[in-house]
Each structure stands twice: as structure tokens, then as C-alpha cells.
T-cell receptor, first 112, second 114 residues
């Protein structure tokens, strides 16, 4: 069956360091992958989309890589700030139906 | 600014009663909206796809008679949890698609059934 895995353990880092979050998937061949941020008690907010033919995508302090051979995406936040503390979700499109399947998310905590 | 407005943000109800949650698209028309449910520390699970002017499409395992979806206009979809029970207590979130299959989510509704 199709599966998306994100590290369930919280990632705790010092302000200024680079945070790296991992998303692995099995039994999928997605055309693209998305990353969202979710704060407690709030709906997710879109961050980045990367297509299968793109190796890397950047937006300000954010960088996403997509390795379709490893079936893995890495999400990096450089020069992390306490305000970056949140849960980060990866999501894959399900077929061509516009439906997204989400990973369970990784909580990031950036210490001042 | 916000793309989607969801109301209420929090509701408490007695077991056996019904609760309606509204999802509105702001300043644009949405022929399709999605409804998700999220239990604590778990992922968003898609419940159904709401289609304007036609019946909603439910995901496997979601009871259509319990979770009634009405998408009567191009800017409003409603989810009604009928005969709610404590196990229905969860965080319900709607979303719409804009642009390149990017989903914009409402702020969510926390449902607590006593």
C-alpha cells in the first residue's frame, strides 16, 4: 500500500542552525511533492512544491530536494529562527485527482 | 490574506446532536473543496471531496450518512456531523485548490463531543 513516512520524533535545534526534515514514500510515483507548515490548532499553510523533474527548489531560507530514485524529499530551513518552530508536513498527490496524501509531520523546535 | 474562511473555530456539543461546519472561499469560486479530519499528533486524513452542484465523493471508510456534505454554492461547502459521539471529537479542516494544485486550508474546527 502507499505510504508516506516522516520522522515522528521532534527535531530540536539551536537558533541559527540548519534544520533538515525527511519525507520518505513507498509505492508511489508522484508527479510532485509539497511541503506545508502547521501551527498548533491551525490549518496547514503551503510552503513549497517540487516536481519530479526538479532536483531542488528554493524559497528564501527554505530548500527542498526531491530524489525519485530514493523516493525521498529533504526539507531544509537555513538560519533557523524560533518563529520557525512548527510541525512540517509533506504531501503527495494521489493520482491525477488533485487529492493529497499527507505524512504525519515532524515537529521542529528552534531554541533561542 | 486569507483564502478560506472556516466557521466555527471551536464547538462543544452533547452526544447525539448534530453539528454544522462551514467552509467559505473568499473572493473566488471553488467548484471543489476538500474536508479533512486530524486526530492529535496524527496526519490529516481526507474524508471527502465536496463538489459544487453534485454529490460529494467520500473516501473509503467514511460514513456518508454520518458526515453530510453540502456544496450548494460556488463559495460555500458545509460538513454536518450527525448524531455526534465522543469518538467524533477531532479537528476538522477544509481546503480549496488554487493555481497549481496548491491547497489552501481553513483555520480548522475543533469539535468536542461530550
Amino acid at each position: 500500500s502507499q505510504k508516506i513516512e516522516q520522522n515522528s520524533e521532534a527535531l530540536n535545534i539551536q537558533e541559527g542552525k540548519t534544520a533538515t526534515l525527511t519525507c520518505n514514500y513507498t509505492n508511489y510515483s508522484p508527479a510532485y511533492l509539497q511541503w506545508y507548515r502547521q501551527d498548533p490548532g491551525r490549518g496547514p499553510v503551503f510552503l513549497l512544491l517540487i516536481r519530479e523533474n526538479e532536483k531542488e527548489k528554493r524559497k528564501e531560507r527554505l530548500k527542498v530536494t526531491f530524489d525519485t530514485t530514493l523516493k525521498q524529499s529533504l526539507f531544509h530551513i537555513t538560519a533557523s529562527q524560533p518563529a520557525d518552530s512548527a510541525t512540517y508536513l509533506c504531501a503527495l498527490e494521489q493520482g491525477s485527482s488533485y487529492k493529497l496524501i499527507f505524512g504525519s509531520g515532524t515537529r521542529l523546535l528552534v531554541r533561542p | 490574506g486569507a483564502v478560506v474562511s472556516q466557521h466555527p473555530s471551536w464547538v462543544i456539543c452533547k452526544s447525539g446532536t448534530s453539528v454544522k461546519i462551514e467552509c467559505r472561499s473568499l473572493d473566488f469560486q471553488a467548484t471543489t473543496m476538500f474536508w479533512y479530519r486530524q486526530f492529535p499528533k496524527q496526519s490529516l486524513m481526507l474524508m471527502a471531496t465536496s463538489n459544487e452542484g453534485s454529490k460529494a465523493t467520500y473516501e473509503q471508510g467514511v460514513e456518508k450518512d454520518k458526515f453530510l456534505i453540502n456544496h450548494a454554492s460556488l463559495t460555500l461547502s458545509t460538513l454536518t456531523v450527525t448524531s455526534a459521539h465522543p469518538e467524533d471529537s477531532s479537528f476538522y479542516i477544509c481546503s480549496v485548490i488554487l493555481g497549481e494544485n496548491i491547497q489552501y486550508f481553513g483555520a480548522g474546527t475543533r469539535l468536542s463531543v461530550l
